[in-house]
C-alpha cells in the first residue's frame, strides 16, 4: 500500500489551503474529492463558469478561482470523482474511484468534508416542489439553472444570497418567509459589539437587504406554522405571521435552517465530539491546531464547527502548519510565525459568528417537527409521531429508535435527520444531548457496491 505524509478529504476552502500548504513545503500530498473539480460546495464549478454567471453568482464564488487553479498547478496530488468510505486510525484510507475500490496509507490525515445543510421538516416538505436552499445553490452553480417562482423559507444569510442570485438572474422570489423572531435579534443584539471586527460581512448583508427592498421582494420576520399547500405536487405555503394565518401561492419552496458539520467520518472513528447549542449540532473537538481526539486526524473548516468559507480556508492552512511541524518539515519557529498571522486573520473572519448563530439558531418547531405526521427521516419515510411513541416508551436514544423504526437506516444514513431524531429524544425523556448522543456510525460512510468492495482483493495499486 502506496504511503503518503498527508491525505485530505475534501477540496473545498479547507482542503485546498491545507494540501496547498503542505505541498509547498515538500510533502507528499493527495487530495481526495468526490466532486470533478476541486471548489467544494461554495466554489462548486467555478472554473468553468463563464463571465455572465460569475457576475450573478457574485464576488465571494469567483475568489475560490485562484485556489483551484493553484492546486491544479501544484505538486498537489489532486484525485477527483474519489469516494472516501472508510478511515482508519491507523491512516489507512479505502476509496472508490472509477468502480473500483482502493487504499492509501497516510501519515496525518486532514478531514476537510465540510458541512451538511440541517434538515427541516414541516408538513410536506417531503412533497415535490420542496427542495433545499442548498439544492437550489447547486442548480445555480452546477447547471445554470434558475429556479422559477420561488418562496425561501427558514433562516440565515443563505436565504438572502440567493434571492440576490435569483434577482440578478431576472427571477425574484415571491418572497422570503424568516423563522427568527423578534426574541432572536434581543438575544443577538448584546454581541454585536464584539462582532464589529468583521464589519465587512454587515455591509454586504446590508447591501443584499437593500436590494431585495429595492426590487419590492416582500420579507415575512417571524413566521410559524409552516406548511407546503398542494395535493401531489406544491401549489402554495402556509404560515402564520404576527398571529394571523396566511397563504401564498408558488410552485417551488426553498427552505434553509442553516448547515451543520459533517461528522460522518469524524464518528465513524470514533473520536471525541460535543454539543454546541449555539448551533445546534454535535462537533468534533479539536485543539488550536485542529488535531482532534487521534493524534493522526485533524479536522479544519465547517466540519469542527461552521465558521465560514475564508476562516475555513485559514483553518486549513493552520492544520498544514502542525502537520509539517509533526513530520518535521518545519521547526517550531517556523510553525508560529507563519500562523501567527494566520490566527489574526482567523480572528477577524470569527468575530461575527456568535452573533450569526444566535439571531440565526433554528426554533425548536423547525428542528421537531410538532405534528406527528409529518416524516422525520425522509429516507424511510418515517414520521415523527413514531419516534415520539418509542421516545415515551422504553427506548432510549437514536440507535435503539433505528433498530425499532429503520429511522437513520437509509441512503443517505442519517445525515439528514440525525440531529432532528437526537433533539426528539433529547426534549421526549428530558435527557442532555451529550446523554442521548447520536446515531452510531460505521464503514462505509457512503454507499458502494458489492463489486467495488470485491475489487480490494484484486490488488491496492493506485492509479
Excluded at 500548504?21 to 487530495?31: D, E, P
Excluded at 405536487?233 to 458539520?261: D, S, T, W
Excluded at 502537520?323 to 480572528?347: G, W
Excluded at 446523554?435 to 458502494?448: A, F, T
Aim: net charge positive; proline share 4%; hydrophobic share 40%.
Amino acid at each position: 500500500m502506496r504511503e503518503v505524509d498527508l491525505a485530505v478529504l475534501g477540496a473545498g476552502p479547507a482542503g485546498m489551503r491545507a494540501a496547498l500548504t503542505a505541498a509547498n513545503s515538500g510533502a507528499k500530498v493527495v487530495l481526495l474529492d468526490e466532486q470533478q473539480v476541486a471548489g467544494g460546495q461554495i466554489y462548486r464549478e467555478v472554473n468553468r463558469q463563464g463571465v455572465g454567471r460569475g457576475a450573478l453568482l457574485g464576488r465571494d464564488y469567483t475568489h475560490g478561482l485562484t485556489w483551484v487553479k493553484e492546486v491544479a498547478a501544484s505538486n498537489v496530488e489532486h484525485l477527483a470523482e474519489a469516494t472516501g468510505w472508510q478511515i482508519e486510525n491507523s491512516g489507512e484510507i479505502t476509496f472508490s474511484r472509477g468502480g473500483q475500490a482502493q487504499q492509501i496509507a497516510a501519515k496525518r490525515i486532514v478531514l476537510a468534508t465540510g458541512a451538511l445543510e440541517r434538515a427541516f421538516p414541516f408538513p410536506g416538505w417531503t412533497m415535490p416542489g420542496v427542495i433545499s436552499a442548498g439544492a437550489a445553490q447547486i442548480l445555480l452553480k452546477g447547471s445554470g439553472i434558475v429556479p422559477q417562482k420561488a418562496v425561501l423559507v427558514g433562516s440565515g444569510p443563505l436565504l438572502y444570497l440567493i434571492a440576490v442570485q435569483l434577482l440578478a438572474a431576472g427571477s425574484p422570489p415571491l418572497a422570503i418567509l424568516e423563522t427568527q423572531s423578534f426574541e432572536s435579534y434581543l438575544r443577538s443584539a448584546r454581541l454585536f459589539p464584539a462582532a464589529l471586527k468583521g464589519w465587512r460581512y454587515f455591509v454586504k448583508g446590508t447591501q443584499m437587504l437593500l436590494n431585495l427592498k429595492r426590487a419590492g421582494v416582500t420579507r415575512y420576520t417571524g413566521v410559524s406554522e409552516i406548511a407546503a399547500v398542494g395535493e401531489k405536487y406544491v401549489e402554495g405555503i402556509r404560515f402564520q405571521f404576527r398571529g394571523q394565518k396566511k397563504q401564498l401561492a408558488c410552485g417551488l419552496i426553498l427552505g434553509h435552517q442553516g448547515v451543520v458539520p459533517n461528522v460522518q467520518f469524524s464518528r465513524a472513528l470514533g473520536l471525541e465530539h460535543g454539543w454546541n447549542d449555539l448551533q445546534r449540532s454535535f462537533t468534533p473537538r479539536t485543539d488550536h491546531w485542529g488535531r482532534s481526539s487521534e493524534e493522526r486526524v485533524f479536522i479544519a473548516g465547517d466540519g469542527a464547527g461552521i465558521v465560514g468559507a475564508r476562516a475555513s480556508a485559514l483553518q486549513g492552512e493552520i492544520c498544514a502548519l502542525q502537520v509539517l511541524h509533526d513530520l518535521s518539515f518545519i521547526n517550531t519557529a517556523q510553525r508560529d510565525n507563519t500562523a501567527e498571522s494566520r490566527r489574526k486573520e482567523l480572528a477577524v473572519e470569527l468575530a461575527p459568528r456568535a452573533l450569526l448563530d444566535a439571531l440565526y439558531r433554528p426554533p425548536d418547531w423547525a428542528v421537531v417537527p410538532v405534528c406527528d405526521d409529518t416524516i422525520i427521516c425522509r429516507c424511510e419515510r418515517v414520521k415523527t409521531g413514531d419516534l415520539r411513541n418509542l421516545a415515551a416508551g422504553a427506548c432510549v436514544g437514536p440507535n435503539q429508535a433505528k433498530a425499532l423504526s429503520r429511522a437513520g437506516m437509509g441512503s443517505c444514513q442519517g445525515r439528514y435527520c440525525g440531529l432532528s431524531v437526537s433533539e426528539l429524544f433529547s426534549k421526549t425523556n428530558g435527557r442532555s444531548l451529550a446523554e442521548v448522543g447520536y446515531y452510531r456510525l460505521r464503514s462505509p460512510v457512503k454507499g458502494i457496491t458489492l463489486g467495488e468492495l470485491a475489487s480490494l482483493a484484486v490488488g491496492e495499486a493506485l492509479e
